[in-house]
Structures are given as C-alpha cells and as structure tokens.
C-alpha cells in the first residue's frame, strides 16, 4: 500500500476540519429555521417552501460547480463556499419579526438558496480533494472517503443538536450570529493555512464538458436522487412536525422541551448514520474487493433499504393518534432506516469516484450531487405535500416508494459494469 504524503495528509486534514465546521453550521441553521418558524406557526407545505430554494440552488450549485473548480481550482471553490455561508447567516439575520408570512418565506427562501449554493461548493470540493489527496493502494480511496463522509455526516448530527440548543437557550438571532463569526474564523485560518496539493485549474475547461457522458455515472446518479429523496420525504418536515406535536402542547416551556428532543432525536440520527458510514467498507467488507463487486453489494443493500418506510407507514395508519409505542416504534424503525441508508450512501459515495477519471474528476463529482441535491429538492417537496395532505402515514409510505425506485436504478449498473 502506498503511503500518503506529508503534504497530502495535511491538505486532506485541512479540507475535511473546513468541511466539519462547515457542516456545523449547515445542521444548526436547518433546526433554527424548521423549529423557530414551525413554532410561528407555519404549515407544513409552508415550512417545505423555506428549504425548497435551497435545494434548487444545490440542483444549480452542483451542476457548474464543478467546472469552476476545474476552471479556476478547489481551493477557490472552498473558499467561495465558506464565505457565501457567511453571507447568508449575516443576512438571514435582518429578519424582521413584524414582516408578514409571505414576506417571511420569500426572504428566508432567498438566504436559504443562497446557503445552498454555499453548502454545495464545500461539498464538491471536499469530496473532490478526496479522490486528488489518495495515495494509490488497495482500499485507501474508498476509507478516505467513508471517513470524510461519515464525519462530516456526524458533525452535522451534532449540529441539530447545537441549532435547537441555541434556539431555545439564546433565540434566533443571537445563534445565527454566533455561527457566523465563528465561520469566519474559520475561513482566515483555512486561507492562511491551507497547504499546496489541491489542483490550480486549468484555463482550457469547458463548460459544456460538464454533462457526463459514463453511463455507470449516470446510472449511480440516478439512484442516488431516489435514495435521497427517500431520506429527505420523513426527515424534513415529516418526522420533525409529528414529534413537535407530540411532544408539545404548545405553552413556552414545552416548546423549549420538543425543541431540545427533537434536535436530540435528529442528531442522533446523523451521528449514527455518520459513523456507519465511516464503518461502511468494513462492514462490506470491501478490501481488496473489484468495484463491480461492491456495485452488486449496493444493490443489495438497496433492495434491503426499501420495505423499512412502507412497514414504518402501515405501523403508523394503525395508530390513529399519537402513542406511546408507536412513537417508540417510529424511532427504532428510523434508525434501522439510518443504517441501511448509511451503508447505501457510503457505497455510492466511494463508486462516484472510483468511476469518474482523475482529469474530470470535479465535473462528475459536481454532476453526481447534483443528482444528490435533486433527489433532496424532490424528497423537500413531497415531505410538507405527502404531509399536509395524508401525515405520517402518507409521509412514509412517499419514502418507501422513492426508496424502490432507488433500488430499481441501482440494479441498472449491472449492465454496463
């Protein structure tokens, strides 16, 4: 096995601890907003609209992003989406409480779609640096990535956490200014300390190099948008409204106490799902292993993804009201969902770049999570409609039916691999 380089491991390091604060401030800001605005009193197609620009800019972000880090280099894109990040919390700070509600979900559309394009430039970079940084060896590629993955997925957990913490402990506009001055430290010091090893770009890319042309590229990317509009149908709005319901009875104090359960609850979630990903390539056991082998053991797994939701949404049309144990179900069946999810997005994350070629390696990387950021804005739409017009039940089975179209695209790979 080959070693990684001094300079390597520092780059790496340096790209993955951005990334981490990062997604820090990515998760807080997304449990601020679905908590403080639920509790104004918003619908839940409402709360859908808050995210749906978001994800459209990701859709956008992913599609051109990686032809400018191709264009003009990895470390600018870095640097671009940090600071856009911080942009955005300065200005998603001038919210006025006295505006009205479609003032308020047009601004706040507005700073999320920019915080969008933000999160997708790190992303594409970071992911990106993985598949230049890796030293040549048996597995080396598919550990870099399950860690970088994995732990950022984890600081994103606690994240949620952190956003519900400051919610209720300091109130909306004292977190969102804390995460920015925060962030930007953080950006001085990626600047001032980044070492050389990422690419400068090259002037000779084009634009319209951007579509890939691999099939086994888009086939992945096709199931990729399913297995996240799967995740995305409960986790954005669905789940995080019905457990508000639940747990509050709409005085102060009890607010305060879902906010802090709730924010629990999906940190924890991604925690786990983080560190299972990380885990993934020995729980696949994956050393060694060609990559059509993996490919078919992502199959699998995706088939084993898809009867979690449908079961969870049965569960859910027995119990007319909320109870107890379907409440104790509804977190288990989760977390069954969060690992095999976990495994699923792990194994897809390693393939993307074991298929995409080192020269184009920021066009397929930006057009895969486009498909990714797709999937998200499609999963956002259907969680507040397949909410508003069915709740839980209708919320679950919406996923359960994005998760076999998931595994449907998956076994498509097994034609051109």
């Not at 601004?107 to 933000?118: K, L, P, T, Y």
């Amino acid at each position: 096995m080959s070693a990684a380089a001094p300079n390597e491991l520092r780059a790496y390091a340096a790209v993955t601890a951005a990334y981490w604060v990062f997604m820090l401030s990515d998760g807080a800001l997304r449990l601020l907003v679905l908590l403080h605005f639920n509790g104004l009193g918003f619908s839940p197609i409402q709360l859908a609209w808050l995210f749906l620009l978001y994800e459209v800019a990701g859709v956008i972000t992913n599609l051109y992003a990686g032809w400018l880090a191709a264009r003009f280099g990895l470390s600018i894109t870095l640097y671009l989406g940090l600071g856009l990040q911080i942009v955005a919390l300065a200005v998603l700070a001038q919210l006025d409480p006295a505006w009205s509600v479609a003032a308020s979900v047009a601004f706040v559309m507005a700073v999320q779609g920019a915080s969008g394009v933000a999160k997708d430039l790190a992303k594409m970079s970071s992911k990106s640096a993985v598949k230049v940084l890796a030293p040549a060896g048996e597995g080396v590629l598919f550990r870099w990535v399950a860690i970088l993955t994995g732990s950022k997925n984890a600081v994103k957990g606690f994240g949620f956490f952190l956003g519900a913490a400051l919610l209720a402990l300091l109130g909306f506009k004292a977190a969102i200014w804390g995460m920015a001055a925060i962030l930007a430290v953080i950006l001085l010091a990626v600047m001032a300390f980044l070492p050389k090893g990422l690419p400068a770009g090259k002037r000779d890319a084009k634009i319209s190099q951007i579509w890939s042309k691999d099939a086994r590229i888009n086939r992945l990317s096709l199931a990729r948008m399913f297995l996240f509009g799967a995740r995305d149908v409960w986790f954005v709005v669905g789940v995080p409204v019905y457990f508000q319901a639940v747990f509050s009875d709409g005085s102060a104090d009890s607010r305060r106490a879902a906010f802090f359960l709730i924010g629990s609850f999906m940190a924890i979630w991604t925690i786990a799902y983080g560190a299972v990903q990380a885990f993934a390539p020995h729980i696949l056991k994956a050393k060694g292993l060609p990559e059509a082998t993996i490919a078919a053991k992502a199959m699998r797994w995706a088939g084993l993804l898809t009867p979690i939701p449908f079961a969870l949404a049965a569960l859910a049309l027995t119990a007319a009201a909320p109870a107890l144990w379907f409440t104790l179900a509804l977190v288990a069946g989760l977390l069954l969902f969060g690992f095999v999810f976990a495994v699923n997005s792990s194994v897809h994350s390693y393939l993307i770049l074991a298929f995409s070629k080192s020269d184009r390696v920021t066009m397929d990387v930006g057009f895969y999570y486009m498909a990714n950021a797709a999937g998200r804005l499609l999963g956002t739409a259907l969680s507040g409609i397949s909410y508003q017009l069915g709740g839980l039940p209708l919320c679950l089975a919406t996923a359960g039916v994005m998760a076999a179209a998931s595994w449907i695209s998956i076994r498509r790979l097994r034609a051109v691999i």
